[in-house]
């Protein structure tokens, strides 16, 4: 076998080789892509969760308790202010 047939063989399987590993690097690369693109994908999700339950919804449940409470707080007032006027001061006691 000629030496320059051996080296043009040798080089042909070094770049074959070098494309195979390059096809594999890229097909690495595009997993970790995908893997990168499947997680902010999970993270906005969760984000979109979380604002659900303790962002705006939260914030809401505050308001509506908030109201809950002053109206009771009103109400307990109308019924201090009953039993006073029928039972006098003593009749309200804390």
């Given at each position: 076998m000629d030496p320059v047939i051996g080296q043009?063989?040798?080089a042909i399987g070094g770049l074959?080789?070098?494309i195979s590993l390059a096809d594999d690097l890229e097909g690495v690369?595009?997993?970790v892509q995908d893997l990168g693109k499947k997680e902010l994908a999970a993270r906005a999700e969760w984000r979109?969760?979380?604002t659900q339950v303790n962002g705006d919804y939260a914030f809401?449940?505050?308001v509506d308790e908030y109201h809950r409470v002053k109206e009771a707080v009103q109400m307990r007032e109308q019924v201090k202010k009953?039993?006073?006027q029928e039972y006098g001061k003593?009749?309200?006691k804390k």
């Open positions: 043009i063989k040798g074959s080789q070098a690369a595009k997993q979109r969760k979380q809401l449940n505050a009953q039993v006073i003593a009749g309200w």
